[in-house]
Each structure stands twice: as structure tokens, then as C-alpha cells.
């Protein structure tokens, strides 16, 4: 009679100490999934603006076309491998460049719109522009100021102001148009964007989700 009483005792501490360890497992598991929740910290976390315009023959141009923004539900914010993720505009707002990633030049931006800014010639979309000596008509690239003979390899900046023309303008007009653009960038820079496409300034809840899992 004994010793039976002792086997139940043994096996009723078997099981407690049993429940024990699963529910410490269980509790570790929920910390440590609560711990990558709020500790989660995107890797990367590049996201600055440049300001630019494009003028044709005395003209802004303003993109209306969809072919030249990015879908906000394509940045995730991780996703710097993808090259449109690295440079693009959102919105339809024309003069704003978003840049997710270090070293992005200005080629690899216009190239994500289908477009390039050669020496003598600027492709826009489906269009072409150059230097035509018949009417004076050129094309220039002013930088902060300073006139470049084409764009590449030149690196995006965060509050550049690039003024890409084709027109007849003289050089000090374009130089005092590059000069008087608007610098919005310094704005965007500091206020979330309106869409969710962010690097440094939001995390959105699936993110945490997504990093405790990954
Ligand atoms: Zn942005
Ligand atoms: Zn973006």
C-alpha cells in the first residue's frame, strides 16, 4: 500500500515538472517572438529625396503617365536588390526623386523611367531629344548650378536640384532656373510620406510580423 502511494506521488511529479518545461518553452517562444517584435529594426534604412525637373522647349514636363511612378506596394523596405526600389518618384509628384539606397546614380534613377541623359541627347520615355545646330535647339544638364555633359555616373544627393533641358535658352537663363528650383526635397526628407514607401521613418506592422518568422 506504500509503495503504491509513492509510484503516484513520483508520476504526479513527473507530470508537473513535465507541464513546467513546456510551459517555460512556451513562454520563452512568446518572448523571444514578443523581443524581435519590438526590437525589429529594418536593415536597411537609406531614404532620401533630390529635387529635378525636366523642361522640353520652354515647357515643365509632368509625367502624367503611370510608366514613370513606382507602385508603393512594391517597396518593401529590405528590398534594396531590386533596382526600381533603389530610385524612383511616387504619386505622380514629378519633381521628386525617392532614393532607398547608398551610391544610386542618376542613370540607374532614369533608367527605372525608361529614359538616359547622354552628351547631346536626352531619351525621354518614348521620346528623343538632341542638340540640333539647325535651331539652336540643346540639351542641357545643370547640376546644383554646375553644368555636366551627361548624368552618368553621377550619384543622387539628398536635396540636389537637377534641371535636365532641351530648348534654345541661354546657359545663364538655365543656370538661374537650376538655382530657383524649389527645394522640396528638404521637406519630404523630414515628414513621412504621405504613401508608406519609407525606409527610416516607418515600420509597418507586417514588417515586425514578417521578421519575427524570418
Ligand atoms: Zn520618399
Ligand atoms: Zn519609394
Redesign the pocket.
Known sequence: MKEKAKTEENSENTHIIVNSLLIGILIGVVLFALFRFIAYKPTHTTHYHANWQVWIEGKQQTFPEDIFY?E?AS?SINNDTDPL?RA?M?DKVYDII?V?ANGVTYSQFLENIHSAAQPGYFVLGNNTYQNNNNNNKKVTYILNGRILESLSGVVIKSEDKLLINFGDESVSELIARDIAIQNKASEYNTKQDPAS?SGDHATTLQDRLNNIIY
Open positions: 513606382q508603393v517597396c526600389h524612383h511616387h525617392h532607398h514607401c
